[in-house]
């Protein structure tokens, strides 16, 4: 079954173009003809939701289960037809040919063309591909759909400011041990992953042209209406089935924001909630609970990195109302922790204390520290200083590319007893605010990397540099966009994809606009991956184009 959201637009055509040749008579009683229709479907859906709501209590009656896919295409169906705009915010955005890569033109800028990569090799477009029976229609890239409509007044025909950026990802599976009764409404739900993204600031539109406004409906605002991070609930279409902002419980005093805490009678622990950035935030696992790492420079600094543990809760009684969101998420000010410095800092298990938290702070060269999870000894968070003050020091001679991690999870291969991590570079390294392509970073590309499970943290394993193709180029060759941000990943055996094979799953950024994510086969992941030699860094394996193509 396919997203209803997609194929609004589509429909409103061909409805159009039928119309259009069929006699007055005709139209008048096609008209009535669809709107007996409508008003008998909307009695059965009545019908339907009535009966479905009596459950099965005392004197109720056993209502018919819907399939997970059953249940995602109504809730999708349902937030349509009460918020009917919200179709254009789940079809991937078209941009200006200057916003691909260009990865096909034998021309090249020198910021390209004149420097080293990884293996002297040309970036590649790695081809996502699920063959699955129970999705034959699924080419398995997704847009993460958000719903703006608590916060996006429409204007006109502009499409939303941004819809999301730099989404992280994890499976529901990850969640059983701490999370089982929450695991299994969300899965009866059609849930399988949870998902953050990011409404923020965004580069949607960059130096654009009256004509590039209008051909693209960009938005003509200039910042973001709301700045906040989205809990999501996604099914394995990659379909948003439930969507909530993570809100700050001001418990306690917050960095340099908040000096005290807030009260609020009517919330459940009776302080204030409030919406906050939480800017990069990315989900990973500690003690079996979730967690989410982000950075807020306001109120921590730039280069600390804050974690918090998320507390969800679903409302699943028949009483809730329709109107209100049976879906929360919260963090407690109170549980705040940070550490230095820097920023795309993937946690890690410790394989060997699953009290200790681990943070791999550079991918080259590989650098590896303890994290205080803030619930540690004051003594224990001195030596964990110590330590990494000793890294520091050690690794700061030596030679290093500018290839950074990206994820905030790195995930445990037990199989090859690594961590599987990916890492990205842009081009130029630096961030000229007069270039023509973004107020950022741009012309990124992606390598997946693995390192040794215990100390001494190696690297092991490398893949060249590669891009995903775009779902949208107004070009129509094998291109991806300047900006794709892999900021989430995950690995799904092959019990969980129910055909029998493991999957990479990854979430991305797009032009620091949307949100999306895909499925890549690990046999595919690992015969991109190739052994590096002890002692070797990425900086090591760095040389000029041998060859473009």
């Not at 254009?88 to 260009?102: A, D, I, K, L, S």
């Not at 204007?155 to 730099?166: I, Q, S, V, W, Y």
């Not at 180029?473 to 092959?494: A, H, P, R």
Request: aromatic content about 10%; hydrophobic content about 35%.
């Amino acid at each position: 079954m396919s997203n209803p959201f997609h194929h609004a637009k589509l429909r409103k055509l061909r409805e159009r173009s039928i119309v259009s040749v069929l006699p007055n008579t005709l139209v008048y009683g096609g008209v009535i003809l669809v709107v007996g229709i409508f008003m008998l479907m909307n009695m059965m859906v009545f019908s339907r939701l009535h009966h479905d709501s009596t459950g099965t209590g005392a004197g109720g009656t056993q209502s018919q289960a819907m399939t997970p896919p059953e249940a995602a295409e109504a809730a999708g169906a349902m937030r349509r037809t009460k918020q009917g705009a919200e179709s254009v915010q789940c079809e991937f955005r078209q941009y200006p040919p200057r916003r691909y890569y260009g990865l096909q033109k034998i021309e090249q800028p020198d910021f390209l063309a004149s420097v080293e990569y990884i293996y002297g090799e040309y970036p590649i477009i790695v081809k996502p591909s699920m063959s699955h029976p129970e999705f034959p229609d699924y080419h398995s890239q997704g847009k993460l759909c958000v719903d703006q409509n608590e916060w996006l007044v429409p204007k006109g025909k502009e499409l939303p400011f941004a819809d999301g950026t730099n989404p992280s990802i994890l499976s529901l599976d990850r969640l059983k041990k701490s999370y089982p009764e929450l695991v299994n409404h969300l899965k009866a739900k059609g849930g399988a992953y949870v998902a953050t993204i990011c409404m923020t600031n965004s580069q949607c539109q960059y130096k654009d042209t009256p004509d590039e406004i209008k051909q693209f409906r960009l938005s003509t605002l200039e910042k973001p209406t709301v700045v906040r991070t989205l809990l999501l609930v996604l099914d394995v279409k990659f379909r948003t089935i439930l969507q909530s902002t993570i809100m700050l419980e001001r418990d306690a005093p917050w960095g340099r924001k908040f000096k005290k805490a807030a009260k609020d009678p009517s919330t459940e622990n009776g302080f204030e909630r409030k919406a906050m950035g939480l800017d990069d935030a990315r989900l990973f696992i500690h003690l079996d609970k979730l967690w989410v790492s982000y950075r807020e420079g306001p109120s921590f600094g730039y280069e600390q990195q804050v974690l918090n543990e998320i507390y969800m809760n679903l409302e699943t009684t028949s009483g809730v109302s329709e109107t209100s969101n049976p879906w929360s998420a919260t963090i407690k000010a109170s549980e705040s922790a940070s550490f230095c410095c820097g920023r795309n800092m993937a946690l890690m298990e410790h394989l060997e204390d699953p009290t200790q938290l681990q943070s791999l702070t550079w991918a080259d060269p590989v650098t590896v520290i303890d994290v205080d999870d803030g619930r540690k000894d004051k003594s224990t968070q001195q030596q964990q200083r110590r330590r990494r003050r000793q890294l520091v020091e050690t690794n700061i001679d030596k030679r290093k590319s500018h290839f950074h991690g990206t994820n905030a999870f790195m995930v445990y291969l037990p199989t090859s007893d690594e961590f599987l991590g990916i890492g990205h570079f842009h081009r130029p390294h630096g961030r000229d605010a007069f270039n023509p392509y973004a107020r950022f970073g741009h012309h990124y590309t992606h390598t997946f990397f693995t390192i040794s499970s215990k100390p001494p943290f190696r690297l092991t394993r490398l893949s060249q540099e590669f891009m995903l193709p775009s779902k949208s180029n107004i070009l129509g060759d094998d291109d991806g966009e300047i900006i794709q941000f892999l900021s989430g990943l995950e690995v799904i055996s092959g019990d969980q994809s129910k055909n029998g094979k493991d999957y990479a799953v990854i979430a991305y950024g797009i032009n620091d606009c949307e949100g999306a994510a895909v499925y890549l086969e690990m046999d595919r992941v690992n015969q991109l991956l190739r052994p590096v030699e002890v002692g070797k860094e990425v900086v090591d394996l760095m040389m000029p184009l041998k060859k473009k193509f």
